[in-house]
């Protein structure tokens, strides 16, 4: 039974990773990409199910729109998108083909690419960051050459090893407080079969 309560304590620690948010702040061309991403707290390669919410203000120069979850829809194709605890990044160099797009679901003129090769912008050659707010008219169309791996994303406010405030609580997440509880439960359990076994 102490092997059992040793594994729920384990099991508490591995299951208290939780989402992380990035946030995205990128020049293209003349226009630009501000807001976030959140994904579900994984790291290394990342597939789509990894995303877990989006808001992405898309700036073509002129214009601007909004790619949200209830509006837009991400695809991730190969696996040249990666996590760490504290930056997105994307393999621009892979030339695989690969590409993250979050796109508009009532327009697929309206778009925030990354691309290994000229997947998204078709009117552009090599790898880079693609966005347009309108139609196939390439001056809606704003492109940035990247080669090689590159930051796309940043936590604003990493977690860090300094030492909180006076006062500071730190709330655990849900996950960490059941498996506690059932750590408890757990040894009650075991002390009330072994008073039992002796009387």
């Not at 990493?158 to 439960?185: H, K």
């Amino acid at each position: 039974m102490i092997k059992f309560a040793i594994a729920l304590t384990v099991g508490a620690v591995v299951c208290s990773a939780g989402p992380i948010t990035y946030d995205v702040s990128q020049t293209v061309g003349v226009g630009s990409v501000t807001g976030t991403i959140e994904t579900d707290g994984n790291t290394g390669a990342l597939a789509v199910g990894d995303i877990m919410a989006f808001n992405l203000l898309v700036n073509n120069g002129t214009g601007t729109f909004d790619l949200t979850n209830s509006n837009a829809t991400p695809t991730i194709f190969q696996s040249d998108l990666s996590a760490t605890a504290t930056q997105l990044s994307f393999n621009f160099g892979a030339g695989d083909e690969g590409y993250v797009l979050f796109e508009a679901n009532n327009s697929p003129f309206q778009y925030y690419c990354l691309e290994t090769d000229q997947i998204c912008s078709f009117n552009f050659t090599g790898s880079g960051i693609d966005l347009a707010l309108s139609d196939t008219d390439a001056t809606s169309e704003q492109f940035q050459s990247v080669t090689g791996s590159a930051v796309i994303a940043n936590v604003s406010d990493p977690i860090t090893t300094d030492t909180p405030p006076v006062g500071a609580i730190a709330a655990p997440e849900p996950s960490t407080i059941s498996f506690l509880g059932l750590g408890f439960a757990a040894l009650a359990f075991w002390k009330f079969r072994a008073a039992r076994a002796k009387a």
